[in-house]
């Protein structure tokens, strides 16, 4: 029997949110539209614009509500980034035609956009891998960490980002005690994001659960990938993780993206 995949980001959202243990990992994500462009801007101050279904970071923009910290009496601009490319706008509607060329007649997402943790200056985010094991439990079987690129608001490697350890990157920011607890309930939410999702989607056998990291050590589901790469792991000091990584997708039935 095939491995299920799910392409609708929002579908996957709509299934989360129904886990009152998973619900407080969910940035606010609502289905875009100028009025709820305008809305998130005004309570977040930064929020991410991305393809309903899409892979790779591509197409996936930032906006912000910007203000002049010189001059307090000035209306505040719009900044929008896509790949390395800034462009200001003086109103929220020029803003919206600007986003508008991108999304066509596409479903597009508004996220809330989350302040992570940086390592040096740069961005990242963890990517936990998710597997059904040969007992036919759910098992968080690896983490890798994900910097971005300078200058670049996505992580993924295909777009420069690069592909650490979560102990180096965490390493500035959380002492060993730290470290073991946020562990712990990364593997644990990885865990219960699978589950969640196999309740609807029985054929489920792997899921990527990107996950971010604020200043206040909170733990953010950014994306939920059913197709993920297996390959970075390979990077792992660990070469054990790797191992059992490939046993499992063996086990069921992903052979050719492991030759």
């Not at 977040?44 to 899409?54: A, L, N, T």
């Not at 803003?95 to 992570?116: D, F, S, V």
């Not at 000091?237 to 499992?248: E, M, Q």
Request: some cysteine; hydrophobic content about 40%; charged content about 25%.
């Amino acid at each position: 029997m095939a491995i299920q995949r799910i392409a609708s980001k929002w579908e996957k959202t709509v299934i989360l949110r129904q886990n009152e243990l998973i619900h407080p990992y969910i940035p606010d994500t609502r289905k875009y539209s100028v009025e709820h462009l305008g809305d998130m801007l005004n309570t977040y101050g930064v929020v991410f614009i991305k393809p309903d279904c899409g892979t790779y970071g591509i197409g996936v923009m930032s906006a912000e509500l910007w203000r002049d910290e010189l001059d307090s009496s000035a209306n505040p601009n719009y900044k929008l980034r896509h790949g390395i490319h800034t462009e200001m706008f003086p109103t929220l509607e020029e803003l919206h035609a600007a986003i508008t060329p991108h999304i066509g007649k596409r479903l597009y997402l508004i996220q809330t956009g989350i302040r992570t943790l940086t390592f040096r200056r740069s961005k990242f985010d963890i990517r936990a891998l998710v597997q059904k094991t040969p007992h036919k439990n759910w098992e968080t079987t690896g983490f890798i960490g994900r910097l971005a690129a300078p200058q670049k608001i996505i992580t993924n490697y295909r777009s420069g980002g690069t592909i650490m350890t979560i102990e180096n990157l965490f390493a500035p920011h959380l002492t060993p005690k730290q470290f073991t607890s946020v562990y712990k309930e990364m593997k644990i939410l990885g865990v219960r994001v699978a589950a969640q999702l196999a309740r609807r989607f029985p054929n489920l056998k792997e899921i990527g659960l990107d996950l971010a990291i604020d200043e206040q050590l909170h733990i953010w589901i950014l994306e939920v990938n059913t197709l993920p790469a297996l390959f970075p792991f390979k990077h792992l000091h660990n070469k054990s993780i790797y191992k059992k990584i490939r046993r499992y997708a063996v086990h069921y039935g992903r052979l050719k993206s492991l030759k």
